[in-house]
């Protein structure tokens, strides 16, 4: 591996002047071989023995580099896409756009009877669920529910939006529907994605409740060999799950959801004395799922929903509720913050449908508009080659989102090092802690790990210094590389730490 200072030039990426408020001897005083020795000594480390490690740390606007180490090499970024993934959602949204849920009536009302169906019309909302607490902040666990490795659902009511729009629907004076409930999907039609855990098929629908996740906390038995116990969350009577788990001493099969003849079963065992673990149940039929929730959120409003078949004269839709979402900058953080799979293959297809207009083929046009950003950027949306990106292709892409009118907002919807998110325990006693605003990247199989970091370093004085940085390191099992991320994602904490404190020393 060749180390650069400062001084080893490498191509241009970007002509602007340099950052405002930084001195050109603050960027040079200590950016050189003492800087490379330290970041050397972290990647040198006998347990990183057999890794390959690339990177660009550059202040925003310069023509040089702080410091560089493979910067044209490739590397698997995992998660980290997600930066251009939120990038597209910004450019081609804006970062205030908000979604609207409405709810509408096919009939008229009489003597609190609506003579028809109520549509809940899907507009996108991610967030609908227990994730907005009261005072408009978002509730951001670490790890999120749908990674199967967190303790307990997200604190809070998952239905409290459903509520909020059946409350409105009782203002307007129903009492009871003739009809059904039915949900709107037209924003776009429904897609279906692979998730990197456990390769599950989601579907993907304009609707969204609860992540469309069925949560089930499972508890091991007060002895060996007895069942484990099972809470849901909603209990909504959508799905029933046979338990099919064990309490052992030392569990050998991991949980697992099956599904046959419209069973669903949940197998495997837990330890004795163990924690409670959440398993996401991911529900089949997002529509489905909120038809069944919006009836349940009526009923407990007093609204009685029939179920009958109903024909009227009037099938004008008639608005009864609306909820208008969080800004967009606030949407994209379960994204980046948690790097939430189940919301990242959501964007594409949100972007396409209302940005691009096309309800039918929006994962295309979403892709398409995200191709735009990224020449608009300078770069080929097409190099990257069998997923492989290298340090140079991030940064010019960071560099370019930093000179946009919505930077601010980006860059806050990213992990802050020591503060939250996926960085949240990564240094937070550090000098940076707090100025260090990335997205990470974990990935891996039974024979390679891999490990990114890349955003932006804020100095004291404003000035901004845009990094990537990458690590790949084979592994003899994917328990070796389970017990090794987390030092390769400190290790990166520390590289950072170490140029923020070279400029600002």
């Known amino acids: 591996m060749t180390h650069h200072s400062r001084r080893a030039v490498l191509g241009m990426l970007g002509a602007a002047p340099l950052a405002a408020g930084l001195l050109p001897g603050l960027a040079t005083a200590h950016a050189d071989t003492g800087l490379a020795g330290r970041i050397q000594a972290v990647t040198d480390r006998p347990e990183f023995a057999g890794s390959r490690w690339g990177m660009r740390f550059q202040v925003h606007g310069a023509t040089e580099p702080i410091h560089v180490l493979n910067p044209q090499q490739r590397f698997e970024p ?62 951001l666990p670490v790890p999120d529910h749908s990674y199967g490795t967190a303790g307990q659902p997200i604190a809070g009511d998952p239905l409290q939006q459903l509520r909020h729009l059946a409350r409105q629907v009782a203002r307007h004076g129903v009492r009871r529907v003739d009809g059904t409930v039915r949900v709107d999907t037209s924003l776009f039609r429904q897609g279906t994605e692979a998730l990197p855990q456990g390769n599950l098929q989601l579907p993907v629908s304009p609707m969204m409740i609860n992540d469309n996740i069925v949560d089930v906390v499972v508890r091991p038995g007060d002895r060996i060999g007895a069942p484990a116990t099972l809470r849901v969350t909603p209990e909504l009577g959508y799905v029933d799950i046979v338990n099919e788990v064990t309490t052992v001493a030392t569990p050998s099969r991991r949980l697992a959801f099956s599904t046959s003849a419209g069973v669903v079963r949940l197998t495997g065992e837990v330890a004795l004395g163990a924690s409670p673990l959440l398993c996401p149940h991911f529900v089949p039929d997002p529509a489905g799922f909120a038809e069944v929730a919006f009836t349940q959120a009526l009923a407990d409003e007093g609204i009685d929903v029939t179920g009958n078949s109903v024909t009227t004269v009037d099938r004008r839709m008639v608005r009864l509720a609306e909820h208008v979402s969080l800004p967009l900058s606030e949407e994209v953080k379960v994204m980046l913050k948690l790097s939430s799979n189940v919301h990242t293959v959501y964007f594409p297809y949100l972007v396409g449908a209302i940005a691009g207009g096309d309800p039918d083929t929006p994962k295309a046009t979403g892709q398409r508009l995200r191709s735009e950003l990224v020449v608009r950027a300078g770069l080929d949306p097409d190099d990257p ?58 990935g891996g199989t039974s024979t390679g790990l891999y490990k990114a970091m890349a955003g932006y370093l804020c100095l004291p004085d404003g000035t901004l210094v845009v990094f990537a940085e990458f690590m790949e390191k084979p592994v003899s099992s994917p328990e070796e590389a389970f017990a090794l991320e987390g030092r390769v994602g400190v290790a990166q904490g520390e590289i950072v730490t170490a140029v923020y404190e070279s400029l600002v020393h």
């Open 78 to 139: 995992a998660s980290a896409v997600k930066l251009f993934i939120a990038g597209s959602a910004f450019d081609a949204l804006g970062p205030s756009h908000r979604f609207r849920t409405t709810v509408h009536g096919t009939g008229p009302v009489v003597l609190g009877t609506l003579r028809g169906d109520l549509t809940l019309v899907a507009g996108g909302d991610l967030l609908l669920g227990p994730r907005v607490r009261r005072d408009g902040s978002l509730a």
């Open 385 to 442: 080659a069998n997923g492989g990106y290298t340090p140079d292709y991030f940064v010019r892409f960071l560099e370019h989102m930093a000179r946009q009118p919505y930077f601010t907002r980006y860059r806050e919807g990213l992990p802050v090092m020591g503060r939250d998110g996926t960085l949240a325990d990564v240094l937070p006693n550090s000098p940076a802690a707090g100025r260090v605003f990335a997205k990470t990247g974990t």
